[in-house]
């Protein structure tokens, strides 16, 4: 059975500036695992568009919470949750849809969870309206 050898937690408001914030940590604790420079690059933007919907579209007002963890394995896997406690999707089969989106006109282009999908070998999304977001993201590492 794989075993986790390292954990990082985080909780961050969500405010813009936050994105690239959320984006450095989580690249740089996972560096330890010695990815490939493609690897991490891939996970940094998976992670990205992840916190990047808990901003944009999670809260209707800035600065609710944004948890963040992130889970090392010995079988060079690693597990990223990113979990808001925002307004929920009310429907998640579609909203993984790639161009759908509900930001308005020409502001979004409804490719997020298609990047994350593309980016990582697992991703699973969990919602409730009114509840909140729960993004897992599994990325193995070569
Ligand atoms: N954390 C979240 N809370 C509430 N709704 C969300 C959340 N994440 C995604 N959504 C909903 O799912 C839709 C699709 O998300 P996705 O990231 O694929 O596209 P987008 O954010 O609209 O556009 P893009 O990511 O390309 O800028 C969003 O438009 C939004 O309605
Ligand atoms: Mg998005």
Known sequence: MKKKI???????????ANEGAARAIVGAFCAQLDPTVEELADLKCAVSEAVTNAIVHAYDTPGGPIYISVALFDDRSITVVI???????????QARQPL???GADGERSGMGFSVMETFTDRLLVRSRIGVGTRVTMKKCLS
């Open 83 to 93: 979990r808001d406690r925002g307004c929920g999707i009310a429907d998640v089969a």
């Open 6 to 16: 390292n954990e990082l937690k985080l909780t961050l408001p969500a405010l813009s």
């Open 100 to 102: 759908f989106t509900t």
